[in-house]
């Protein structure tokens, strides 16, 4: 049996700790960054039930005494960037999962750096003293126990899973704890008496399979014994680059979602730009006032980071399901774009001359490299309310 040299570092309330940092008459009061729906809580507010994408009027029922700030997306990018300088100075073996956390291999560090526990804790105060921000480290021998232990640590701690203790940690855990266990596949555990991750190890991969479907059954079999074979990989690119937006309760015509869509691709494209990416699959997200959510999606023929077809492409995809938006009531919008590959990957076609639309997009990026991203807007989105943007995970 291994060491435990995966480090899972995960900081705590992210958007709402840079908040608290950055206004030190914040903290120790019920915080949520995000104005109409929560992105992020701090630990005193999520005490009164306060959870993330929960609608502000909600959550102000919850928490009367609720500080609601608006969002600052070029300080959360900033705090990250900061804050994976550190990972990536505690070792060359980095996997960021998303804006906030990330899993770190330490093999191999112990006579420069100290035992994976040492490294962790050395991790966190650097963290704290030079970004200013808790960050919970959990240390285990796989990756799906080290973020397990983050999990369980949490906030602001640090928790180490023994390799001679794995399964005494794992198993009185609540069967949530397994990655793929969301709210409806607990629901159906639990209504055969299965709480816990123990009582799902106790089950063959044949009865979860029966349960859960058969790659579920499997999963959940495998991690249940904390079989995880995964490596932590160095440089992965994510499958897809994709924003979203998220709104308030109230009506919304064709033209306004069609603003808030030409914010979307704008912001996707020009990361997707910056990075040297392409990508043929458009997919729309959507989110109704009674929760539910739905995608669709389109491909094109090939691959582009132009913002012309990936705008057009997604206005069909509107305009295909207006009715059901109408209907529902939107109050999530989120775009991305799959099927990624390298911008070499894309063969020009003859007479190899760039279209006007690509040469539009390359000026306008300069201009916002150089000005910034508010330098430029759209005619189209004058007048109208902006709501606010939510950056998308990695999927």
Not at 28 to 50: H, I, S
Not at 77 to 101: L, R
Not at 106 to 124: C, F, K, M
Not at 338 to 367: K, T
Request: with cysteine; glycine share 10%; aromatic share 6%.
């Amino acid at each position: 049996m291994g060491e435990a040299t995966i480090l899972h570092a995960d900081l705590d309330s992210f958007y709402a700790s840079v908040e608290v940092r950055d206004d030190p008459s914040l903290r120790g009061r019920p915080v949520v960054a995000g104005m109409g729906v929560v992105l992020a809580a701090t630990y005193e507010a999520k005490r009164f039930g306060v959870r993330t994408a929960m609608p502000e009027a909600m959550a102000r029922r919850l928490c009367p005494d609720l500080v609601v700030v608006p969002a600052r997306f070029g300080e959360y990018s900033a705090a990250s960037k900061a804050v994976f300088e550190i990972f990536h100075d505690v070792s060359p073996i980095v996997e960021g999962i998303s804006i906030d956390e990330a899993f770190i291999d330490v093999s191999g560090l112990r006579r420069i750096a100290g035992s994976p526990t040492e490294i962790a804790v050395a991790l966190r105060a650097r963290v704290r003293d030079e970004v200013g921000l808790p960050i919970t480290v959990g240390v285990a021998r796989t990756k799906f126990l080290a973020k397990v232990a983050s999990g369980v640590g949490k906030p602001d701690g640090l928790l180490v899973v023994a390799p001679d203790r794995e399964l005494e940690f794992l198993h009185p855990l609540a069967v949530d704890r397994l990655w793929g266990v969301g709210r409806v596949t607990a629901a159906k555990l639990e209504a055969r008496g299965i709480f816990t991750v123990g009582d799902v190890a106790g089950l063959d991969a044949a009865a979860l399979t029966a349960i859960v479907g058969k790659a579920g059954g499997r999963q959940l079999h495998a991690l249940a014994h904390n079989v995880d074979v995964r490596r932590v990989e160095v440089g992965k690119r994510r499958g897809s680059i994709g924003s979203q937006q998220a709104m308030r309760r109230q009506r919304r015509t064709r033209a306004d979602l069609d603003v808030i869509l030409r914010g979307l691709v704008d912001r996707v494209t020009r990361r997707m730009r910056a990075a040297d990416r392409v990508g043929r699959t458009v997919t729309l997200r959507f989110r109704f006032d009674d929760f539910t959510r739905a995608t669709r999606s389109a491909s094109l023929p090939s691959p582009t980071a132009a913002t012309a077809p990936l705008y057009a492409t997604g206005s069909a995809l509107l305009d295909a399901n207006w009715g059901m938006l109408d209907e529902k009531g939107l109050t999530l919008l989120g775009l991305s774009i799959g099927n990624l590959d390298g911008v070499d990957a894309v063969q020009l076609a003859l007479p190899f001359e760039r279209a006007e639309a690509d040469q539009l997009d390359d000026a306008l990026d300069a201009v916002r490299d150089r000005f910034g991203a508010a330098s430029l807007t759209r005619a189209v989105t004058l007048g109208h309310d902006a709501d606010f943007g939510v950056p998308m995970l990695p999927d």
